[in-house]
């Protein structure tokens, strides 16, 4: 009959010396049950040394970890009542941001400048831990220090990190952003091979949870000038706000970003895009932007120096692009299933004036269907109108019709005062279903790369989608404007490691998110002390560290 092991253990034997000292072996050992004695004895497996030994503590601490490799910390917990689990921490997203953080050398960037300027704490372990926080689990700096970084995640490098570290690094990176940017451009554009030749431009507003504008003189920087009302994108015209321009790659990574006063206007930022952009050898460099950034001025200043750009131009009734450019005829050409294109040229030599229009069928199918439901909605109100008496509720109902930026567009008046469809602003209105007009100065592009060059400013809203829904960038809660600054730039340097983990793994940041999430760090607790291991990977999570090139986390981070 064949013994059974029971159980195997670690086993420490001492023999004492004749000076009175105790000198201890480390063995491994297993309990076999002999059953012809009815008895379990010990058989020794294989005998590691002094317990003294530091080779021996080594060759301990490789095992250990290649056994904890297998096992799960409920596991663990569950076959030895002498251990138990004292927390447990989500881990693999954020050991997937530091990875590439470390990748990208945004480590080394900030390690550098730091040391020029002798900064006495680790500012770039105080930055990491502000971005990975607006990647993950986005609040406030406050409650990143208190809550987040103290019991929801465990960063290495942070235990030492105050409060008054997480402000003084903002502080450190409104000082030295510009160089920053350069760098981790220079930087990730060789590592990924990043395409420039197009650069992509928008703004956008971000409101404050204030109700009184900042006093100052808008545009410096020193003053307290910033937060003021202007045209608000997201329908917060109430809040003071600033400005947010952004400047990304045709694969969506950001390359820049500016911070303006709130009621800058979108057509005034680009000299100073164009100037902070010059000195960056960016090649063939050309500049996109929406119709928001279209002006005489801007035109000339994006042309000057041989500029290149592609601007989607407004629409207005009677200006060239209503009356010379849409209603020329012309055969369109075939792009891509819901895109064709027709090259129009308006004036001639140096003047001359290159425009593509684009047709999207599909789009102006939906177009149509959403006017002929306004429509109907607004022959209903009409109706309704007439059947209302001189009480006053008839002109202002009228008013609330013409004023609104629904219906207001297909009314005209008549002489009675009466509302009537007006046909011809119906007429007009459809004549632009699924259309939309780019100009250029560059002759070497073709219809189709313009078009495709425009569509790609996609990216742009993408971008900005991310930064408010996900990132949070707003509301901010900051008053000084180098800390609004550094706000903002926390926010962007999150999104560039959320687009390079999604260039990887080809999906979405919350998608890999929740996957790596899978991965835990738990700290246990026995009879030695503790050991804070990580969880293996589930397959989800292992595809996507794959994906992005990086290799499983250690079993075990660290022990004490």
């Given at each position: 009959?064949?013994?059974?092991?029971?159980h195997?253990?670690?086993?420490?034997?001492?023999?004492?010396?004749?000076?009175?000292?105790?000198?201890?072996?480390?063995?491994?050992?297993?309990?076999?049950?002999?059953?012809e004695?009815?008895?379990?004895?010990?058989?020794?497996?294989?005998?590691?040394?002094?317990?003294?030994?530091?080779?021996?503590?080594?060759?301990?601490?490789?095992?250990?970890?290649?056994?904890?490799?297998?096992?799960?910390?409920?596991?663990?917990?569950?076959?030895?009542?002498?251990?138990?689990?004292?927390?447990?921490?989500?881990?693999?997203?954020?050991?997937?941001?530091?990875?590439l953080?470390?990748?990208?050398?945004?480590?080394?960037?900030?390690?550098?400048?730091?040391?020029?300027?002798?900064?006495?704490?680790?500012?770039?372990?105080?930055?990491?831990?502000?971005?990975?926080?607006?990647?993950?689990?986005?609040?406030?700096?406050?409650?990143?220090?208190?809550?987040?970084?103290?019991?929801?995640?465990?960063?290495?490098?942070?235990?030492?990190?105050?409060?008054?570290?997480?402000?003084?690094?903002?502080?450190?990176?409104?000082?030295?952003?510009?160089?920053?940017?350069?760098?981790?451009?220079y930087?990730?554009?060789?590592?990924?091979?990043?395409?420039?030749?197009?650069?992509?431009?928008?703004?956008?507003?971000?409101?404050?949870?204030?109700?009184?504008?900042d006093?100052?003189?808008?545009?410096?920087?020193?003053?307290?000038?910033?937060?003021?009302?202007?045209?608000?994108?997201?329908?917060?015209?109430?809040?003071?706000?600033?400005?947010?321009?952004?400047?990304?790659?045709?694969?969506?990574?950001?390359?820049?970003?500016?911070?303006?006063?709130?009621?800058?206007?979108?057509?005034?930022?680009?000299?100073?895009?164009?100037?902070?952009?010059?000195?960056?050898?960016?090649?063939?460099?050309?500049?996109?932007?929406?119709?928001?950034?279209?002006?005489?001025?801007?035109?000339?200043?994006?042309?000057?120096g041989?500029?290149?750009?592609?601007?989607?131009?407004?629409?207005?009734?009677?200006?060239?692009?209503a009356?010379?450019?849409?209603?020329?005829?012309?055969?369109?050409q075939?792009?891509?299933?819901?895109?064709?294109?027709?090259?129009?040229?308006?004036?001639?030599?140096?003047?001359?004036?290159?425009?593509?229009?684009?047709?999207?069928?599909?789009?102006?199918?939906?177009?149509?269907?959403?006017?002929?439901?306004?429509?109907?909605?607004?022959?209903?109100e009409?109706?309704?109108?007439?059947?209302?008496?001189?009480?006053?509720?008839h002109?202002?109902?009228?008013?609330?019709?013409?004023?609104?930026?629904?219906?207001?567009?297909?009314?005209?008046?008549?002489k009675?005062?009466?509302?009537?469809?007006?046909?011809?602003?119906?007429?007009?209105?459809?004549?632009?279903?699924?259309?939309?007009?780019?100009?250029?100065?560059?002759?070497?592009?073709?219809?189709?790369?313009?078009?495709?060059?425009?569509?790609?400013?996609?990216?742009?809203?993408?971008?900005?989608?991310?930064?408010?829904?996900?990132?949070?960038?707003?509301?901010?809660?900051?008053?000084?404007?180098?800390?609004?600054?550094?706000?903002?730039?926390?926010?962007?340097?999150?999104?560039?490691l959320?687009?390079?983990?999604?260039?990887?793994?080809?999906?979405?940041?919350?998608?890999i998110?929740?996957?790596l999430?899978?991965?835990?760090?738990?700290?246990?607790?026995?009879?030695?002390?503790?050991?804070?291991?990580?969880?293996?990977?589930?397959?989800?999570?292992?595809?996507?560290?794959?994906?992005?090139?990086?290799?499983?986390?250690?079993?075990?981070?660290?022990?004490?």
């Amino acid at each position: 009959m064949r013994d059974t092991i029971t159980h195997m253990y670690l086993r420490e034997s001492r023999q004492k010396r004749v000076d009175g000292s105790v000198l201890a072996h480390l063995q491994l050992a297993e309990s076999v049950w002999d059953a012809e004695q009815g008895r379990s004895k010990t058989r020794i497996v294989y005998s590691f040394g002094r317990a003294d030994d530091p080779e021996v503590s080594e060759r301990l601490r490789k095992l250990a970890r290649s056994i904890l490799r297998r096992c799960s910390p409920e596991e663990i917990v569950a076959e030895d009542p002498n251990w138990r689990v004292e927390d447990a921490w989500p881990y693999g997203d954020l050991f997937a941001l530091e990875r590439l953080w470390e990748r990208l050398g945004l480590a080394e960037i900030v390690r550098n400048q730091a040391k020029r300027r002798k900064v006495r704490f680790d500012v770039e372990r105080a930055l990491f831990a502000m971005v990975a926080n607006r990647a993950l689990a986005p609040c406030s700096k406050l409650y990143c220090w208190e809550q987040w970084m103290a019991e929801d995640v465990r960063i290495s490098g942070t235990e030492g990190l105050e409060l008054q570290h997480l402000y003084r690094a903002m502080d450190f990176l409104a000082e030295n952003k510009e160089e920053l940017e350069e760098a981790i451009f220079y930087r990730i554009s060789d590592l990924l091979n990043l395409e420039v030749d197009l650069i992509f431009y928008d703004t956008t507003s971000v409101h404050f949870e204030i109700d009184d504008e900042d006093a100052g003189a808008p545009g410096s920087e020193a003053s307290p000038g910033q937060r003021k009302r202007g045209y608000a994108k997201n329908g917060r015209g109430d809040a003071p706000q600033v400005v947010v321009g952004l400047a990304v790659t045709r694969d969506g990574l950001p390359v820049r970003h500016w911070v303006f006063p709130g009621n800058t206007v979108d057509v005034s930022t680009v000299s100073q895009v164009k100037a902070d952009l010059k000195g960056w050898n960016l090649g063939r460099c050309v500049f996109v932007g929406d119709a928001g950034m279209v002006s005489a001025s801007n035109l000339r200043t994006l042309s000057l120096g041989g500029g290149k750009y592609i601007v989607c131009m407004p629409v207005h009734q009677g200006g060239e692009v209503a009356e010379g450019v849409l209603t020329r005829p012309g055969r369109y050409q075939d792009v891509a299933g819901n895109l064709r294109v027709k090259e129009v040229v308006i004036g001639d030599g140096e003047r001359r004036r290159r425009y593509v229009v684009c047709h999207n069928p599909e789009e102006e199918a939906r177009q149509r269907a959403h006017r002929e439901r306004v429509l109907e909605e607004l022959e209903a109100e009409l109706a309704s109108l007439q059947d209302l008496d001189n009480s006053g509720a008839h002109s202002k109902r009228a008013c609330q019709l013409r004023s609104s930026r629904r219906y207001g567009r297909y009314l005209r008046m008549l002489k009675s005062g009466k509302l009537k469809l007006d046909k011809g602003a119906i007429r007009s209105a459809s004549q632009y279903d699924g259309k939309f007009v780019v100009h250029s100065n560059d002759d070497t592009l073709t219809p189709e790369d313009l078009a495709l060059g425009y569509k790609q400013l996609m990216r742009v809203e993408q971008a900005w989608r991310s930064l408010k829904s996900g990132i949070k960038l707003r509301p901010v809660f900051h008053s000084a404007p180098h800390r609004i600054h550094a706000h903002v730039a926390i926010t962007v340097l999150a999104l560039l490691l959320e687009r390079v983990a999604e260039r990887a793994c080809k999906d979405t940041w919350r998608n890999i998110r929740d996957d790596l999430k899978q991965i835990k760090l738990a700290q246990l607790s026995g009879p030695n002390g503790r050991v804070w291991q990580v969880t293996e990977p589930a397959t989800a999570a292992r595809k996507r560290l794959k994906a992005m090139d990086i290799l499983h986390p250690p079993a075990l981070i660290d022990h004490a």
